[in-house]
């Protein structure tokens, strides 16, 4: 487990502020030399070593209160920061507030802007990000007009940090790129820049512009070469290991990670060599290097013990954990694991508590330690349900809360509906008294007009019922080849009256209803060669078609992509084949010009009489479709340009339906179905050098 996961929201958000509260040096006046430059020589202290900041500036506490505007800010700052890095974020707020306080009453922007910093920080801390967000724009605001350029690009970055947290990229990428721009203007100082460019890193690095990134690590690290500060090389290279991680260049992002050790080792930032070692137990966990990530896992816990760091303590125990549970050390791996979840548990931290059991039922599990991992199983889903509930319980509350105010709006603007209706009556009052008087001079204008009303109303009236004929023909109707679409199909369907029809044709046949389901072949590739809108003209002329090939009473439906589907009511059942060898040629034979091109096409065709009654019991017309369906799937698959058609069913006692619906042409090739294979005369004439040997129940 990594201190800072290099992939999460966590580590970007913690390596941003990290970067802004240690580069934050704000260039304002001090009036008392001796706070002045005890408050310098502490800026750095908090950031690395925050216990004894916190002492330094407790002793200046006093003198810093009773100093001028300035200090008292600068120094209110530094103390808020330190509690914050100390792990007292709710006394960091406190002070937050207490410089914004001091900011108003002195109506000083620049204060100000510094308070609404600081309490985005503390908020951030807290975990109330959209508090914090709201302080860091109220910070940018406050900044906009003031001389002080270095707190100007702070309070800019900051702002575009808030919009990369919330995911908008494309409002924050712009911040960094003007805090960059006007923190080159400042010559005697090269911290701004360095804050700058560091953020842009860690931006990019979030919107996966890995090159883009490199480029400016690149030039982030040469700056912090040049100023000499470790504490600027720590930053640039925590930076860096983020980005390899995030990138996969893994042996890259351990080298950062190695030298970040060297250098905090260096400084003496003990927390900072806390979470360094952690991340390196965690890189070396990734590669299956156990004993060498149980070492530093072991020094991570002795580096957070000595500087009572519990987050990192904790980290550093689970991570422990981890490496002996994967050597084989089952009891200890537990002891270390369970050391850790005490900690998050203790600090009541769900999500990350969460994720660590389920790391810790995964690792018993490859342990072979079953009982332990179900319970740790069980404790996750536990902490998953109290998660869920909490959220489902917030979201509720803001339902409830839109709800609320949708009301009140409603009741507003149905009071001003009333406003207006009443204004209006009182208009149409006035309007009649008028009208009485003049109603004698008037009255046969009047009747003119209440006839020409009346003519009008009956005009709406009429043009409306055109305009709901029209809305009923295109709900049933496909726009493109304007036949039926599939909607009114299945609602004609529904309302069919299945009355069988006994009617004898001339030779003596039996009238019965079809089905015809046809699929255009090769259509993909039409598409795909000739672009979408060839298309279009092939699906509009095959419905063309098949007006012509079919009658008026036969249904013809646009079924779906490239299908179509035909409902003849009343056909001799002698006549299915001839109707479907009509179909394929009256397909084959249409030539569709397209461009310069003239385009030819076929169809696959599957069919079956209507209704299907194996045993005398009629199939619903969904079942019958879906075997029509199959059937064209065997036209499909057997060459295309041909139909395949259902004449009925034998041997049911030796089957059952559903079988021969799960494999149709295994029922045929069996003898329990009736099949009849058409093909035009061009692709009958092409297959009469390869002829097919006749299968049981299938017709010519």
Known sequence: ?????????????????????????????????????????????????PGEALRRLGGIEAAARRAPVATRAEFLFLYSDAFRRAGDPRQALALADELVGHGRSQGNDTVLAKGELARSYALTALNDLPGAHVAAFESERRAAGIADIALRVQTIITAGQAFQEQGNYPAALPKFQAAVDLARTIEDDQVPLSMALNGLVLLLTDM?????????QAESMALAKRMRSRGRQAIALLSEYGLAMDSAQYDRARAALLETLKVVRQLGARQMEAATLANLADSYLKDREYPRAADYAQQAVAAATAVNETKYLAVARI?????????????????????GLALYEKGRNLPQLQVVLAEYGNALERAGDYRNAISAYHRERAISNELFAAQRQKAMLELQHKYDTEKKQRQIEALRQENRVKGAELDNRRLQQRIWWLLAVVFALAAVIVGLLYRKVRQANAQLEVKNLELKQQSTLDPLTSLYNRRHFQDFMRTHALAERRQQAAAGDELVGALFLLDVDHFKHINDSHGHAAGDAVLKTIAAGLRDTLRETDMIVRWGGEEFLAFLPAVPRCGLDEVARRILRGVSSQAIAYGDKTLRVNVSVGFAPYPLAPGGTPLSWERAVNLVDMALYMAKSHGRNRAYGIHGFNGLERTTLEAIEQDLEGAWRNGFVDMAVVQDEAAAAEAQSAPVAELPGMAA
């Open 319 to 339: 991570n422990l954990g981890q490496a002996y549970l994967n050597m084989g050390r089952v009891a200890e791996g537990r002891q270390q694991f369970e050391a």
């Open 208 to 216: 996966r512009q890995y090159d883009k990134g490199w480029e400016v």
């Open 1 to 49: 487990m990594a201190a800072r996961p290099p992939s999460s929201l966590s580590f970007s958000l913690a390596c941003r502020r990290l970067a802004a509260a240690l580069a934050f040096v704000p260039m304002l006046a001090f009036g008392q030399p001796s706070v002045d430059a005890e408050l310098a020589a502490t800026r750095e202290m908090v950031r690395f070593v």
